[in-house]
């Protein structure tokens, strides 16, 4: 199984960015496909975005396009959101999570990952 811790959170006025980051620890986190989600205060828990195995392919939700960005570095074992642009409706807990996975399909579904991280806050004021 496999580790996953966030750090990078914190409270930025709207433009601003933040990266978030994301450690993996226990069995080779190149195994896994890597998903962002984010819950807002009642609302679902959401994906934002993904990165296959590779880096090769990614895939992020239409509200956080040409804003966000997903990238891995599997020697660190760390996999990163770059977000600028913020808007107050970004605002949420964000997770990392992991899905043992091969493919080139990102999974969209809360369910279809095998392991979460413990989120980290961000708020962005307007």
């Known amino acids: 199984q496999v580790q996953l811790v966030e750090s990078g959170g914190g409270m930025v006025q709207a433009g601003g960015s933040l990266r978030l980051s994301c450690a993996a620890s226990?069995?080779?986190?190149?195994?896994?496909?890597m998903g962002w989600f984010r819950q807002a205060p009642g609302k679902e828990r959401e994906f934002v975005a993904g990165i296959t195995r590779s880096g090769g392919s990614t895939y992020l939700v239409d509200s956080v396009k040409g804003r966000f960005t997903i990238s891995r570095d599997n020697a660190k074992s760390m996999v990163y959101l770059q977000m600028n642009s913020l808007k107050p409706e970004d605002t949420a807990v964000y997770y990392c999570?992991?899905?043992?996975?091969?493919?080139?399909?990102?999974?969209?579904?809360?369910?279809?990952?095998?392991?979460w991280g413990q989120g980290t806050q961000v708020t962005v004021s307007s």
């Open positions: 999570a992991a899905k043992l996975s091969a493919g080139a399909y990102v999974p969209k579904a809360v369910g279809t990952y095998d392991y």
């Open positions: 226990g069995r080779t986190a190149s195994s896994y496909l």
